[in-house]
């Protein structure tokens, strides 16, 4: 493939991605390079230019209801890095890494500056006869959507019961705001260091750790372990596989320094940690975990370091790489998911 279809092919990305960026914020979106409309390889199919518009409309009403509730943004950038595109049987595929940032309108002005993330998606290009190419598909590569992401499907529910003798996290309630659960600060942990280690490495990671891919099972829990240690977790030693230790070494680490489920198991037995009834009670240094497709078993680990005067928490985390999101746009976004929230 010759390097100007290739670059054809990124900017056909950015475009979409920009869109869809720009649905979600006020006001007039912000310019960016468009494909032009002659000289260029690489152009959507009619099919996926309807996705699109049905994308793009479906995102404006979630702006909409993010409004109706007080959030909103008022700026957004969209860049698209790429790999390069391979072609099996006359079809071409092609993955980029969405970096978007978002800015938050400052509607009772105690809001985050911005929110960013980092999502990852897989594009897929057909010949057109007389030459060139058409976009026929694109789709997340990431289990978790983002804010300017399509809704995703209803999951198919498989129930799965815990291991063995494992104490068991309630579930929290999302309506928010709940009576304030003031965070009780003779704990011995530095919240504003977590939540300050966190900030730093979301999207850089810490090379004094392993980092683990979503193949692997994701970073979230890594993370958020990381996070944990700066504020003053200390190590549990023993056996890996115990879910009531908790360490990292040169070499491994403690399955629940990495899992989501039995970092639950290790927090609650170990009473670091307690169940709080409502995810808007979180305040910085709490930790959030959610089960997307309800079968009992937690999918994701996230960490609060902002929260406003409202009582909004705003959650930054690895593995889908998010500075700040808001629990409010994780509710919007994953309505079907059940919630953990733990004060530490």
């Not at 390079?33 to 049905?54: D, H």
């Not at 291991?163 to 965070?183: C, H, I, L, M, Y």
């Not at 900030?199 to 891919?213: F, I, Q």
């Not at 372990?225 to 596989?241: I, M, T, V």
Request: contains cysteine; aromatic residues 10%.
């Amino acid at each position: 493939m010759d390097r100007a279809t290739a670059e054809s092919f990124g900017r056909i990305a950015g475009a979409v991605l920009a869109d869809r960026t720009a649905a979600m914020v006020d006001g007039k979106p912000a310019e960016r390079a468009t494909p032009p409309p002659s000289g260029n390889t690489a152009r959507l199919s009619s099919g996926t230019a309807r996705s699109e518009r049905a994308v793009v409309s479906s995102l404006r009403l979630r702006k909409q209801k993010l409004a109706s509730l007080g959030e909103a943004y008022s700026a957004g950038d969209t860049r698209v890095t790429m790999d390069e595109p391979r072609v099996t049987g006359g079809q071409a595929t092609v993955r980029v890494t969405e970096r978007t940032e978002l800015t938050y309108r400052k509607i009772r002005g105690d809001e985050p500056g911005t929110t960013g993330f980092r999502a990852h998606h897989e594009l897929r290009f057909a010949p057109v006869r007389g030459g060139g190419w058409e976009l026929t598909a694109i789709r997340p590569l990431d289990d978790m959507p983002q804010v300017n992401a399509p809704a995703p499907a209803a999951p198919a529910v498989q129930a799965r019961s815990a291991a063995g003798d494992t104490p068991s996290a309630p579930e929290a309630g999302t309506a928010p705001f709940p009576q304030r659960v003031p965070k009780n600060r003779n704990t011995g942990y530095d919240y504003a260091a977590m939540a300050a280690y966190a900030e730093k490495y979301w999207k850089n990671y810490n090379p004094a750790y392993r980092a683990y891919s979503l193949g692997a099972g994701g970073d979230c829990t890594n993370f958020v372990s990381q996070a944990l240690k700066a504020g003053g977790w200390k190590h549990a030693p023993g056996r890996a596989g115990d879910y009531d230790k908790w360490w990292y070494g040169s070499d491994t680490q403690s399955d629940s320094w990495v899992g989501a489920d039995e970092w639950s198991w290790f927090a609650l037995n170990s009473k670091r940690v307690k169940p709080l009834s409502n995810v808007y009670q979180m305040e910085v240094g709490d930790v959030l975990q959610a089960d997307f497709n309800g079968d009992g078993s937690k999918d994701h680990t996230m960490l609060v370091t902002y929260r406003n005067s409202l009582g909004m928490p705003y959650l930054t985390y690895h593995s889908y790489d998010t500075k700040r999101k808001s629990m409010l746009s994780l509710a919007v976004m994953s309505p079907t998911a059940k919630w953990y929230a733990y004060r530490t």
